[in-house]
């Protein structure tokens, strides 16, 4: 079993940056998969960007050159930095382990204005 602790979330300006933070309650090297998800209000949850034990990583065309996934073994947490916020990244984050099976973190709220 995993547990995850979103934190880092807010609100920024268009252009702005923030780091979200994703602690996870076990060793994150033992993990498949780690990776961000998000949910616009009214919309269905979508992919950010995943990051696996081997260091593969992928994201999603719409934050491609401007968000930034890592981990930190040692800290058992996995960050996701954002840049060049847009409003349209206005959302619950939400954090993700897959093992055998997925878990999610309670998720977080980020809000971007013009």
């Known amino acids: 079993q995993v547990q995850l602790a979103e934190s880092g979330g807010g609100s920024a300006q268009a252009g702005g940056s923030l780091r979200l933070s994703c602690a996870a309650s076990r060793t994150i090297g033992t993990i498949n998969v780690m990776g961000w998800y998000r949910q616009a209000p009214g919309k269905q949850r979508e992919f950010v960007a995943v990051?696996?034990?081997?260091?593969?990583?992928n994201y999603a065309d719409s934050v491609k050159g401007r968000f930034t996934v890592s981990r930190d073994n040692a800290k058992n947490t996995v960050y996701l930095q954002m840049n060049s916020l847009k409003t349209e990244d206005t959302g619950v984050y939400y954090c993700s382990a897959l093992t055998s099976l997925t878990y999610w973190g309670q998720g977080i709220q980020v809000t971007v204005s013009s």
């Open positions: 990051i696996t034990s081997g260091g593969t990583i």
